[in-house]
Nanobody
Framework: VQLQASGGGLVQTGGSLRLSCVAS????????MAWFRQAPGKEREFVAI???????HYANSVKGRFTISRDNAKNTVYLQMNSLKPEDTAVYYC????????????????WGQGTQVTVSS
């Protein structure tokens, strides 16, 4: 499956952005879909995952501020990001889960190209 992420940009502290990840090649209905992020000089880290339309998990750092959702009919996964902070600045990647603990990058076999999110203070 090919993944194309978009929606990143520059926003002020407290602002909002909505990221989209469009899949092609296969239906995402067969996959748990996640968002990761990677800040400069840091490891890629888990942000959120959606198993289906109702089951989701979030990193503690974004819980209550970010919402992951999916539209299987559109083969698209979203990440609504509210109350953004400078520490949310990173390249955001969408990924399709393969097997293993969803928290780790090794559990994913398909990745999008990333979209830059910059939060100014």
């Amino acid at each position: 499956v090919q993944l194309q992420a978009s929606g990143g940009g520059l926003v002020q502290t407290g602002g909002s952005l909505r990221l989209s990840c469009v899949a092609s090649g296969r239906t995402i209905a067969n996959y748990a879909m996640a968002w990761f992020r990677q800040a400069p000089g840091k490891e890629r880290e888990f942000v959120a995952i959606t198993y289906n339309t109702v089951s989701t998990h979030y990193a503690n750092s974004v819980k209550g501020r970010f919402t992951i959702s999916r539209d299987n009919a559109k083969n698209t996964v979203y990440l609504q990001m509210n109350s953004l902070k400078p520490e949310d600045t990173a390249v955001y990647y969408c990924a399709a889960h393969s097997s293993g603990n969803y928290y780790y990058v090794q559990a994913y076999n398909y990745w999008g190209q990333g979209t830059q999110v910059t939060v100014s203070s």
